[in-house]
C-alpha cells in the first residue's frame, strides 16, 4: 500500500520561502508522477505542480510559476515544493499527490494517491 507523509509546513512572512517535502512509501516510487495541490478555506483544492516519472517534465499553476519548484529524489523515495517569494494567497494545507499516469497531470481524478496534507501559512 502506497503511503504519502508530507513535512515541512509552517509559519512564514510573505517574501519568504518554504520548502516542503514528501516521503512516499512502497517499491514504484519511480513508477508515480507526482502532483503538490492546495486547499484554502472555504476553498476547492487546487493543483500547483506536477513532475513526471522521469523528473524531467514539470507542469505549474499560472499562480506560482516562476516562484515555486517541484523536484524528485527517486532513490530516496521524497518529491519536494520549493515555494519562494510567497504571499498571503498561498495560504494552504498544501497536500502531495501519485498518480501512475503519463506525463504531468493536472487533475485530482489523475491522482489515485493522497498525503494527509502539510499546513502553510504566509502572513502579511
Known amino acids: 500500500q502506497v503511503q504519502l507523509v508530507e513535512s515541512g509546513g509552517g509559519l512564514v512572512q510573505a517574501g519568504g520561502s518554504l520548502r516542503l517535502s514528501c516521503a512516499v512509501s512502497g517499491p514504484t516510487f519511480s513508477s508515480y508522477a507526482m502532483g503538490w495541490f492546495r486547499q484554502a478555506p472555504g476553498k476547492e483544492r487546487e493543483f500547483v505542480a506536477a513532475?513526471?516519472?522521469?523528473?524531467?517534465?514539470?507542469n505549474y499553476a499560472d499562480s506560482v510559476k516562476g516562484r515555486f519548484t517541484i523536484s524528485r529524489d527517486n532513490a530516496k523515495n521524497t518529491v519536494a515544493l520549493q515555494m519562494s517569494s510567497l504571499k498571503s494567497d498561498d495560504t494552504a494545507v498544501y497536500h502531495c499527490?501519485?498518480?501512475?499516469?503519463?506525463?504531468?497531470?493536472?487533475?485530482?481524478?489523475?491522482?489515485?494517491?493522497w498525503g494527509q496534507g502539510t499546513q502553510v501559512t504566509v502572513s502579511s
Open positions: 513532475l513526471s516519472r522521469s523528473g524531467i517534465v514539470t
Open positions: 499527490a501519485a498518480g501512475v499516469v503519463a506525463g504531468t497531470p493536472r487533475g485530482l481524478s489523475e491522482f489515485k494517491h
